[in-house]
Structure formats: C-alpha cells, structure tokens
C-alpha cells in the first residue's frame, strides 16, 4: 500500500472521527437551544418571569 494511501485513510478517519464527536456535542446541546433546559445559565430573568427581592441587583 502506498504510504500516501495510509494517510489518506488516516485523516479520513480522524476528520470522521472528529465530524461524529461534533455532532455529538450538538446532540447533547439541542435541548438548551431549543430553550427546553431548566438551568438558566445566563444568569438573568427568563421571559416571561419577573425578578424577585432576593434575585435583584444592590441599588
């Protein structure tokens, strides 16, 4: 087997590799795109909710 076909096997395999690892980490994200987690990691107020005195910024 040439040595050029052993690469391009190789990178084949990590470039595959690499697009399903993606894709993975796009899966396991879905849900918070689609606004469907329950965390809020953006540290504000959700749509539709109003602030509590506990929640509020020092004035």
Same mark, same amino acid.
């Given at each position: ?5 052993? +690469?391009?096997?190789?990178? &084949?395999?990590?470039?595959?590799? &690499?697009? /399903?690892?993606? +894709?993975?980490?796009? /899966? %396991?994200?879905?849900?918070?795109? /689609?606004?469907? #987690?329950?965390?809020?990691? &953006? ?5 539709? !909710? !109003?602030?509590? #005195?506990? !929640?509020?910024?020092? %004035?």
């Amino acid at each position: 087997m040439n040595p050029w076909d052993v +690469f391009t096997w190789l990178m &084949s395999a990590t470039l595959g590799g &690499s697009a /399903l690892l993606i +894709f993975g980490y796009f /899966l %396991r994200d879905l849900p918070g795109m /689609l606004g469907r #987690d329950e965390q809020d990691t &953006s540290g504000g107020v959700r749509e539709g !909710e !109003e602030m509590t #005195d506990d !929640e509020a910024p020092p %004035r």
